[in-house]
T-cell receptor, first 114, second 118 residues
Framework: AQSVTQLGSHVSVSEGALVLLRCNYS??????LFWYVQYPNQGLQLLLK??????LVKGINGFEAEFKKSETSFHLTKPSAHMSDAAEYFC????????????FGQGTELSVKP | EAGVAQSPRYKIIEKRQSVAFWCNPI?????LYWYQQILGQGPKLLIQ????????DSQLPKDRFSAERLKGVDSTLKIQPAKLEDSAVYLC????????????????FGEGSRLTVL
């Protein structure tokens, strides 16, 4: 069985500060891991994904995430927050050859203060 | 390239009424999904289609929910009768397995249909 836990339902940072959103997963098969972003009243947009190639994955809008198998983590980071980063962020997992059956975490709402 | 289209964007109904949501996936995407996103939670898969066949509907409450994709393109999700706990955003997503050669599960989502049941 697969599951995803996002630590912290709400994170608040100041503009220009480091963004760190935490995600831990559980999977009985080699996982594929994703971060999606959801802006208000919009659908989910893929930020980045890990597919067993490089463990450090770079995504759009300056975000990146590092897959750490020993810690079963896939935390999302951005060196400097921008006001436009305020949104809901979801971590998700799928397994090898289980394409499309994403298991999502409960989401983390990111607020950015001026 | 046009994205995943969904309608209506918002719907308010009384409990025990019925409602239908429509989805048009990205052109050429053979696989289509319906997810339910309850406020404060992550999306949960309801049903997965491959062309016009159902691949997985194990999480679909079949006593009240139904979905079809008759011609392998558009899809409709119906709820009848609706309950208060069905209030949620219903997200449609699609993918093209030929373009996702590792079958990783990268999905393209529509903007969703927000249902409020009073």
């Amino acid at each position: 069985a697969q599951s995803v836990t996002q630590l912290g339902s709400h994170v608040s940072v100041s503009e220009g500060a480091l963004v760190l959103l935490r995600c831990n997963y559980s999977s009985s098969v080699p996982p594929y891991l994703f971060w999606y972003v959801q802006y208000p009243n919009q659908g989910l947009q893929l930020l980045l994904k890990y597919t067993s190639a490089a463990t450090l994955v770079k995504g759009i809008n300056g975000f990146e995430a590092e897959f750490k198998k020993s810690e079963t983590s896939f935390h999302l980071t951005k060196p400097s927050a921008h006001m436009s980063d305020a949104a809901e962020y979801f971590c998700a997992v799928s397994g090898y050859n289980q394409g499309g059956k994403l298991i999502f975490g409960q989401g983390t709402e990111l607020s950015v203060k001026p | 390239e046009a994205g995943v289209a969904q309608s209506p964007r918002y719907k308010i109904i009384e409990k025990r009424q019925s409602v239908a949501f429509w989805c048009n996936p990205i052109s050429g995407h053979a696989t289509l999904y319906w997810y339910q996103q309850i406020l404060g939670q992550g999306p949960k898969l309801l049903i997965q289609f491959q062309n016009n066949g159902v691949v997985d509907d194990s999480q679909l409450p079949k006593d009240r929910f139904s979905a079809e994709r008759l011609k392998g393109v558009d899809s409709t999700l119906k709820i009848q009768p609706a309950k208060l706990e069905d209030s949620a955003v219903y997200l449609c997503a699609s993918t093209d397995p030929r373009g996702d050669r590792l079958n990783t599960g990268e999905l393209f989502f529509g903007e969703g249909s927000r249902l409020t049941v009073l």
